[in-house]
């Protein structure tokens, strides 16, 4: 499995986002390697998208966002759930791609619909917040043969709050995949 160059997390984010889905998260921990297929993702556009983290600016927890881009931006939500963004586009313009689920392909345990389930299952926690995903032990890989899949386009979810940004077409996933959060 080769690892994802820095060159390709370095690009529109829309682009990156769609071209993950297929890829594989892999995490090595005490000698284990978990192996997921990204099968779902969104994009997040930067300061200007009002569904952004970055929307409020460069703080404490969305610092990782503004970094280079091949970095992972790992946070907690509702005090329990961790979730994992890649971080995309140059320095400073704080864009990133959220995994919403992957499918299980080796020593992966436990759901993996939904962020927080996918983060639990790969065993993804805050320690690897800002990890270069272009080093070892935690990377996105992919596999020399090709797939192609058709990908379907939807509103994110749980943005609401974001006013038009919560209606764009900014969650993608593989038509038909069982591990797909929501449909």
Same mark, same amino acid.
């Given at each position: 499995?080769?690892?994802?160059?820095?060159?390709?997390?370095?690009?529109?984010?829309?682009?990156? #986002?769609?071209?993950?889905?297929?890829?594989? &998260?892999?995490?090595? %921990?005490?000698?284990?390697?978990?192996?997921?297929?990204?099968? !779902?993702? !969104? #994009?997040? &556009?930067?300061?200007?998208?009002?569904?952004?983290?970055?929307?409020?600016?460069? %703080? !404490?927890?969305?610092?990782?966002?503004?970094?280079?881009?091949?970095?992972?931006?790992?946070?907690?939500?509702?005090?329990?759930?961790?979730?994992?963004?890649?971080? %995309?586009?140059?320095?400073?313009?704080?864009?990133?791609?959220?995994?919403?689920?992957? !499918?299980?392909?080796?020593?992966?345990?436990?759901?993996?619909?939904?962020?927080?389930?996918?983060?639990?299952?790969?065993?993804?926690?805050?320690?690897?917040?800002?990890?270069?995903?272009?080093?070892?032990?935690?990377?996105?890989?992919?596999?020399?043969?090709?797939?192609?899949? &058709?990908?379907?386009?939807?509103?994110?979810?749980?943005?609401?709050?974001?006013?038009?940004? #919560?209606?764009?077409?900014?969650?993608?996933?593989?038509?038909?995949?069982?591990?797909?959060?929501?449909?």
């Amino acid at each position: 499995m080769q690892k994802l160059p820095r060159a390709f997390y370095d690009r529109n984010t829309v682009d990156v #986002a769609q071209e993950l889905l297929g890829k594989y &998260l892999i995490h090595i %921990t005490r000698g284990v390697q978990r192996i997921g297929r990204i099968v !779902e993702v !969104e #994009a997040y &556009l930067g300061p200007h998208d009002l569904a952004a983290h970055s929307a409020r600016g460069l %703080t !404490e927890r969305t610092k990782i966002m503004f970094g280079p881009p091949g970095h992972a931006y790992v946070y907690m939500i509702y005090g329990m759930y961790f979730c994992m963004n890649v971080v %995309t586009e140059r320095e400073g313009h704080a864009s990133a791609v959220l995994l919403r689920a992957v !499918e299980p392909i080796k020593n992966v345990v436990g759901r993996t619909q939904g962020p927080g389930l996918l983060c639990k299952a790969m065993r993804i926690d805050k320690r690897l917040n800002g990890h270069d995903l272009t080093s070892g032990g935690f990377y996105i890989g992919v596999t020399r043969k090709t797939e192609t899949a &058709l990908i379907v386009k939807r509103p994110r979810i749980g943005v609401d709050y974001a006013g038009h940004w #919560a209606r764009r077409l900014l969650r993608f996933y593989i038509k038909d995949n069982p591990f797909v959060s929501k449909r």
